[in-house]
């Protein structure tokens, strides 16, 4: 919800003063905010204690090499690279999330877990996205592609959404199964 | 020309999203699927393990309770058809020799008395030692097994022999206690179904444990067919060696040697 609330005020803020390109730091230092925030989330879900490490000298070289894109790419119609660097590490992480989970003995069934949910949303909507990022920068003057991104990415962004909605009722649905499961043991 | 090559360039960069976001999108929900069902197949298997384990346990609980049971009922009929009548026996004499024997005759009466209650004594002391040996309880389970195969050997029927390397070693009463009655139970098996001329126990050496070894040249189990006997309903003497093992949380292993071709019986059980 904090996330996208963030993207909601950023998006729009973008859209009204700067349609579709990098010329102010908002738009240039969103992409790796927007990865420190998931960073942060996969940090508590992976409990792999070396990939804590590697999770944190990710981000910071992630950082360092948008510091320097930034300065190199000012002014151009989408930082392609960052955001598809940003969906492999995603898709890494979610990846890895994966092969932890059906690594654990398992007590109760996975998609009865919010993470798994939000990791699936993320995954779905990286790897959806993954190949229109890829070549924004260079074909977004296109209208063709224009039309397709808009498709493309409306999808991939309403399914992530409407997950992420779902998700927040996910412990009320959970409740109220509890309930009538312990209706029916009193029955 | 310009228009020409910007068209293929779009209609290829197009193409390449469409079908690489299509081939993403299956990946994706390929993986999250195969997540999905790979875990509730583990799920379920794990589910099928319990179910097996719940079902063994409440086998051995139910082969406990009627072991007892049968335990029960033996020391019922001994005190019942043995010392019971021995007992009335007694009290009659009793009788007769208070109210209406001469002075004369007591003494013989009271001679018989005393006869009578010598044997009702001896008769619980047996029901008592085959409830616990006294050797186990005063000398510990190397001497107590020791005992156990001289009297078959001196019973002539089988040639029987036991080794233990530290005879002095005391466990826990209750542990030895337990190994004793697996290692009774193994025996009256042997003894029963095997048709062996021997009967070997050795203690191996192991600085932790208490490693055991029975060995027969008669027709034995192998693990397998130990497991499958104990899960039948007929089992009961086996299920008893399982469960004890259980609580001793030692590991019991039937083989045939291939060189010498005996059967041999193995307990592995923690100090």
Redesign the interface.
């Known amino acids: 919800m904090i996330y996208n609330l963030v993207k909601l005020i950023i998006g729009g803020i973008n859209n009204v003063y700067y349609p579709l390109s990098i010329n102010d730091y908002n738009q240039a230092f969103y992409t790796p905010m927007e990865l420190s925030f998931f960073s942060f989330f996969f940090y508590h879900k992976i409990e792999y204690p070396s990939f804590k490490k590697l999770n944190i000298a990710i981000i910071i070289a992630f950082w360092i090499y948008i510091l320097w894109f930034s300065e190199e790419s000012w002014g151009s119609l989408f930082d392609s690279v960052p955001t598809t660097i940003e969906s492999i590490i995603i898709i890494s992480y979610c990846i890895l999330f994966f092969f932890q989970e059906i690594n654990k003995p398992a007590t109760e069934y996975m998609y009865s877990k919010t993470d798994f949910w939000i990791v699936s949303a993320l995954f779905l909507y990286m790897s959806g996205n993954f190949y229109i990022y890829m070549y924004a920068a260079n074909a977004l003057l296109q209208e063709e592609f224009i039309k397709i991104y808009m498709i493309i990415h409306g999808i991939f962004y309403s399914i992530r959404n409407i997950i992420f909605t779902m998700i927040m009722f996910l412990p009320q649905i959970r409740r109220l199964d509890n309930i009538a499961s312990s209706k029916e043991i009193q029955m | 020309m310009t228009p020409i090559i ?1 068209f293929i ?3 290829d ?2 193409h ?3 079908l ?2 299509t081939g ?2 299956l ?3 390929g ?2 699927l195969f ?2 069902f ?3 197949k ?2 379920q298997n ?1 589910l099928a393990i319990r179910k097996f384990e719940e079902n063994q346990q409440r086998i051995l609980l139910n082969a406990s309770i009627a072991s007892q049971e049968q335990e029960r009922q033996r020391i019922a009929a001994d005190l019942h058809d043995d010392a019971g009548p021995l007992l009335a026996a007694a009290r009659l004499h009793l009788n007769e020799n208070l109210f209406s024997l001469a002075p004369n005759d007591q003494r013989e009466s009271i001679g018989h008395v005393k006869e009578i209650i010598d044997e009702t004594i001896d008769l619980i002391r047996n029901i008592s030692h085959r409830l616990v040996p006294p050797t186990l309880k005063n000398f510990g389970l190397a001497s107590a097994a020791s005992d156990m195969f001289q009297k078959l050997n001196t019973s002539g029927a089988i040639k029987a022999s036991c080794t233990f390397k530290n005879n002095e070693k005391r466990f826990d009463p209750e542990k030895e206690a337990s190994i004793f009655r697996v290692i009774q139970e193994l025996l009256n098996n042997i003894l029963k179904h095997s048709k062996a001329s021997f009967i070997q126990l050795e203690q191996k050496p192991d600085e932790g444990n208490l490693k055991l070894l029975l060995r027969h040249d008669g027709q034995g189990l192998t693990t397998e067919s130990f497991l499958q006997l104990a899960a039948s309903a007929n089992g009961l003497g086996l299920k008893n060696i399982q469960s004890r093992m259980k609580l001793l949380s030692g590991k019991i292993n039937f083989t045939k040697n291939p060189d010498t071709h005996f059967f041999e019986i193995e307990m592995d059980i923690p100090a």
């Open positions: 910007v360039l779009v209609n960069v197009s390449v999203v469409l690489g976001t993403m999108l990946l994706a929900s993986l999250i997540v999905i790979h875990q509730r583990m799920i794990q």
